[in-house]
């Protein structure tokens, strides 16, 4: 049975060509990606995450407000009992705030340039299937 993961763009970054890329490849994969669209709150993202029953949620951004973004969708899948939910992040996300933001729950940080191939890999070995 496949994967299914949650590919989100939270906040305000209108953004999404990269977002779409990574949920074209782990589609390409083998797994089942749902992609919200722009512009949902940590809130509507974690409600999508219940309602579609994922095994992972896949943020982006590269508004900058990963640092507050990330970890509330982290906080709200653990207050939803959801906490064995596997959230991964992208975007323009300083090497600094990526070790802060995996203290905080988020499982991996990926960063333009990195190779498809690579988030697939990563995919493959970390996040079970559903």
Excluded: C
């Excluded at 953004?15 to 509507?44: C, F, M, Q, W």
Aim: no cysteine.
């Amino acid at each position: 049975m496949p994967r299914r993961i949650l590919i989100a763009k939270p906040g305000l970054d209108g953004h999404d060509r990269g977002a779409k890329v990574i949920a074209r490849a782990l589609r390409d994969a083998g797994n089942e990606v749902i992609y919200t669209g722009l512009h949902l709150s940590p809130e509507e993202v974690v409600e999508a995450a219940l309602q579609e029953d994922v095994v992972a949620v896949g943020l982006s951004t590269l508004s900058g407000a990963h640092m507050t973004l990330f970890p509330r969708v982290v906080e709200l899948l653990r207050e939803q009992g959801m906490g064995q939910v596997i959230v991964f992040g992208g975007g323009i996300i300083p090497p600094k705030d990526a070790e802060v933001l995996k203290q905080e729950g988020i499982a991996e940080v990926f960063t333009p340039g990195t190779p498809l191939g690579e988030i697939s890999r990563w995919v493959d070995e970390n996040i079970p299937s559903s």
